[in-house]
């Protein structure tokens, strides 16, 4: 996950906060499972960690950066 200074400042703490929050599901269901979606693993964390089950892409995109530049 690669975070940008630049989404930070266009979307704002709550926007980007809930987005990485979101993302770091994904992360620890890809650690513990070999896979991430939207499914049930992923709904029981959203609730506990104050964020979306399903983000716009567009905002996946500016938040975290285009990853086939890493």
Do not use: N
Not at 28 to 51: I, K, P, S
């Amino acid at each position: 996950m690669a975070l940008t200074w630049a989404a930070y400042e266009k979307h704002g703490w709550e926007q980007f906060s809930s987005t990485v929050r979101h993302e770091l599901i994904h992360a620890w269901q890809y650690h513990e499972f070999g896979d991430a979606d939207h499914g049930r693993t992923f709904a029981r964390w959203t609730d506990v960690l104050d964020t979306t089950q399903h983000c716009r892409a567009v905002h996946i995109a500016e938040l975290v950066g285009d990853l086939r530049r890493l």
